[in-house]
């Protein structure tokens, strides 16, 4: 379950042309991605005029099940009103078989929200943070309440046969082994659970 995510930036949100700057506020955008570059999520955080660097929290409440995701973050209207930082990274492969993504649209053009625009950035590792706990809960406990009920059969049954579970919710957790789909299996998963 994630709670928060941050990116590490080095400094004001500033203007290209103007170096030493006074810093601006500004709105960054975070999306969490599915592989293919479908947005699950977004949350956004305001950064004040009197920010000189440091990490930038977005508040979360994501359910993810075991995958691949991706998290960008950009500067709301940056196309447009050209404030821009720097983010810090490392060359040390510091997140094993992770990935760090760049997208310019002043360079690139189009909007920051098309998958298009972000590119891998090879040999560098942003510096990034999630901040969550693991749930190892019962089998079956789609309401997370500790107890495997009625309150998960109806919610298994609002689901049922959805064939498109995917995102931070995963069809409100129905899914329960995360396979895209709310079936038979997940039903075994209930029974497995019922009554501990």
Known sequence: ?????????????????????????????????????????????????????GWVYFDLDQYLCPGEYTYTCYVLNGESNELKSTIRANSADSYP?????????????????TWAIWQV?????????LGGFYMSSIPGDITSDNDVDLDDLEQLALWWMDGSCYGCQWCGRADTNCDGAVNLKDLSNLSAGWGL
């Open 1 to 53: 379950w994630i709670r928060s995510a941050a990116f590490y930036f080095s400094s004001r949100f500033d203007y290209s042309l103007n170096p030493d700057g006074y810093g601006h506020e500004v709105t960054l955008v975070l999306n969490c991605r599915a592989p293919n570059g479908t947005i699950l999520s977004t949350a956004e955080e305001v950064v004040p005029a009197s920010f000189e660097g």
């Open 97 to 113: 078989d992770g990935k760090a993504y760049s997208g310019i649209t002043y360079v690139y053009g189009g909007n920051m929200e």
């Open 121 to 129: 950035k090879a040999n560098w590792d942003h510096h990034f943070r």
